[in-house]
T-cell receptor, first 116, second 109 residues
């Protein structure tokens, strides 16, 4: 158990819909990261938040957005869903924003999104 | 971030050492080498990291060549539970991890 929780575990929805994925980081971790894992693209970094502020963006679509709340939990919002958005979405947390040194990330169990 | 190259698959007998290679010829002097693994759709798990020196922890050993262009992750006594995809990641830009395709390690009884 990494200490990172994600809800829901599974989500099935239809094209065009909007969903929200939730992540609670490890106690004390200020950084939250979102990753998407699909069969064709592998594990891809989407976005990072640090203490409520966006710090880095990766291959995140404009239809997707995220935020980190004052209690440090984070939500990833996916809208106008397409079949290709079906994937595993992982959240990770860490206790340091500094990228130049050792920075272990702790991953949650993921949310499996299926778009029909 | 450094581009890494790993074999797509390897296998190993249970109880034997598993040696997983990684090439990272474009790694810069201050970029670390990180290893993570992912067991069947679970969240990736950190294993070990290193900069120049060899490193060892309770999970594995990491051997980095002197020119830092390649490294080897060693699982000294592989078990069936070590069957997973192993990712070698070079560098760490702003905390984000860039995963490649990794190596599927299969440990057989």
């Amino acid at each position: 158990d990494s200490g990172v929780t994600q809800t829901p575990k599974h989500l099935i929805t239809a094209t065009g819909q909007r969903v929200t994925l939730r992540c609670s980081p490890r106690s004390g971790d200020l950084s939250v990261y979102w990753y998407q894992q699909s069969l064709d693209q592998g594990l891809q970094f989407l976005i990072q938040y640090y203490n409520g502020e966006e710090r880095a963006k990766g291959n995140i679509l404009e239809r997707f957005s995220a935020q980190q709340f004052p209690d440090l939990h984070s939500e990833l919002n996916l809208s106008s869903l397409e079949l290709g958005d079906s994937a595993l979405y992982f959240c990770a947390s860490s206790d340091s924003f500094l990228a130049q040194r050792y920075n272990e990330q702790f991953f949650g169990p993921g949310t499996r999104l299926t778009v029909l | 971030d450094a581009k890494t190259t790993q074999p797509p698959s390897m296998d190993c007998a249970e109880g034997r050492a598993a040696n997983l290679p990684c090439n990272h010829s474009t790694i810069s002097g201050n970029e670390y080498v990180y290893w993570y693994r992912q067991i069947h759709s679970q969240g990736p798990q950190y294993i070990i990291h290193g900069l120049k020196n060899n490193e060892t922890n309770e999970m594995a050993s990491l051997i980095i060549t002197e020119d830092r262009k390649s490294s080897t992750l060693i699982l000294p006594h592989a078990t069936l539970r070590d069957t997973a995809v192993y990712y070698c990641i070079g560098g760490l830009t702003l905390g984000r991890l860039y995963f490649g395709r990794g190596t599927q390690l299969t440990v057989w009884p």
